[in-house]
C-alpha cells in the first residue's frame, strides 16, 4: 500500500481542487491511500465526499514566511502518520517549500503539480525574489512535474525542463455526466423564467484575475443589441459585492442571475447558450472543458492557452478589445446548436477516467 499525501490548501469548490477530487474519485485507488493536506479550519464543500471515499483530510496552518511554524507543522504530520511514500503538491509556487521540507523529511517522490501561468501576487522586489526561491527549488528538489498544460508547466519549469522531462495530465471531466440534455435544458430555463433567452454564462470563482467586471459590460452591450438576454454567473468570492454594483449600476439586477457555489453545474451547464471568459490569465480551466463536452461555444480571454479548445466554436479575443466588440463577437453564436459544436479528437483525451488512469500509473511506476 503506498501513503500519498496530496497537498492542496483547500477544498472549497474551484479549479484546482475540484479538478484534484476528481482525479481521486475516478481512480482504481487499489494499493493507494490518500491523506488530504489543507490550510487553515474551515470545511470545504469537496471533505465529505473524499472522506466517505476512504480518504483522510489533515488540517494545518496556513504557510506564512519565515514558514519555521509550517515547517513544524509539516513534521509533526510526516511523525504522526509515519511518513508518506509519495507527496503530490498542487500550490503552485509553495510547491517549492513543501518538497523542500518533505525531502528534508526523507520523502523520496516529490510531485509539483501546476495548474496556472501566474501566481496572482502583487508584482513587485519581494515577490519576484519569493518567486525565483520557489522556482528554484521545484526545478532542484521535485522528481516529477506535472501540469495542466503545457503553458502552466513552462511557467513554473521553465521550457526546457517542462520539455524535457515535464508530463500533462489533462484537466479531464466525466463526459457522460457534462453530456448536454435537453430535459435539464427546458427544465431549468423554466425555472429561472429564461426559456426564450439568449443565456451568456461563467461559471468560475468571483475573483479579480476571472474580470467579471468587464464580462458585465460585455453583457450590457450584448444586451442592447439583443434585449432578449440574460447573464449566469455561477460561483462566490471576494468580488461578489463588486460584481453586484457594477450589475446594479447599469440596471442589469433583473437580467442577471448569482446562484453562487453550485454542485450541480453538469446540470447548469445546460441552460447556457454561449459561455464567455474574460480572464486575466489561466492555467487550463476545467469548466471550459465541461462547458465544450456540453457543446456550448465558448468567447475567451487571449490570456488562456489555446490548449483549452477542444471544440471548433471557440474564439479568443484580446483584453484590449472594447465591451461592445467582444459583445459582437458573442453573438454571433447566438443561433449555434449543441449539434454544431462537437469535440475535436484533442478533445476525446479528456476523459476524467483516462486522466485519473495516468496518474495512478505515475504514482505506482513513475513516469515512463
Known amino acids: 500500500m503506498k501513503k500519498i499525501l496530496i497537498v492542496i490548501g483547500a477544498l472549497r469548490i474551484g479549479g484546482a481542487e475540484k479538478i ?54 509539516l513534521k509533526e504530520v510526516w511523525n504522526k502518520y ?40 502583487s508584482p513587485g522586489f519581494v515577490m519576484n525574489v519569493y518567486e525565483k526561491m520557489m522556482k528554484k527549488m521545484i526545478r532542484k ?8 498544460g503545457v503553458a502552466a508547466g513552462e511557467y513554473l519549469y521553465g521550457k526546457e525542463l517542462f520539455d524535457n522531462y515535464g508530463t500533462v495530465i489533462n484537466n479531464g471531466v466525466d463526459f457522460e455526466k457534462f453530456c448536454f440534455d435537453k430535459e435539464a435544458r427546458e427544465s431549468l430555463r423554466q425555472k429561472y423564467d429564461i426559456k426564450d433567452m439568449f443565456v451568456i454564462g461563467m461559471i468560475a470563482r468571483l475573483t479579480k484575475v476571472k474580470n467579471h467586471t468587464f464580462l458585465i459590460d460585455v ?6 443589441l439583443y434585449p432578449k438576454s440574460r447573464l449566469v454567473i455561477i460561483g462566490d468570492g471576494d468580488q461578489r459585492e463588486t460584481i453586484e454594483e457594477r450589475i446594479k449600476a447599469l440596471n442589469l439586477k433583473d437580467k442577471v442571475l448569482m446562484p ?3 454542485n450541480d453545474i453538469y446540470l447548469l451547464q445546460n441552460m447556457i447558450d454561449v459561455t464567455v471568459y474574460p480572464s486575466h490569465y ?81 504514482y505506482l511506476n513513475g513516469i515512463l
Open 219 to 224: 453583457f450590457d452591450n450584448v444586451n442592447k
Open 282 to 362: 489561466e492555467g487550463l480551466p476545467v469548466a471550459l472543458v465541461e462547458a465544450q463536452v456540453n457543446g456550448i461555444p465558448c468567447v475567451l480571454s487571449d490570456a488562456i492557452t489555446r490548449e483549452v479548445q477542444i471544440s471548433e466554436k471557440v474564439q479568443f479575443l484580446s483584453l484590449q478589445k472594447s465591451a461592445e466588440e467582444w459583445a459582437k463577437a458573442v453573438l454571433e453564436y447566438k443561433d449555434v446548436s449543441r449539434a454544431d459544436n462537437p469535440l475535436n479528437e484533442k478533445g476525446k483525451n479528456y476523459d476524467i477516467k483516462k486522466s485519473a488512469e495516468k496518474l495512478r500509473e505515475i
Open 141 to 148: 528538489y521535485a522528481t516529477d512535474y506535472l501540469a495542466c
Open 82 to 121: 509515519n511518513g508518506f511514500d509519495i507527496v503530490h503538491t498542487h500550490t503552485l509556487l509553495n510547491n517549492g517549500i513543501n518538497i523542500y521540507i518533505f525531502k528534508k523529511l526523507g520523502c523520496k517522490r516529490l510531485i509539483s503539480h501546476s495548474h496556472s501561468t501566474s501566481s496572482n501576487r
Open 20 to 73: 484534484t477530487t476528481d482525479f481521486i474519485l475516478n481512480m482504481d485507488r487499489e494499493g493507494l491511500d490518500f491523506y488530504f493536506l489543507v490550510f487553515g479550519e474551515d470545511t470545504g464543500e469537496y471533505e465529505e465526499i473524499l472522506r466517505y471515499n476512504g480518504c483522510k483530510i489533515i488540517h494545518i496552518s496556513p504557510p506564512a514566511p519565515p514558514y519555521l511554524k509550517y515547517a513544524a507543522e
Open 260 to 262: 453562487g457555489n453550485r
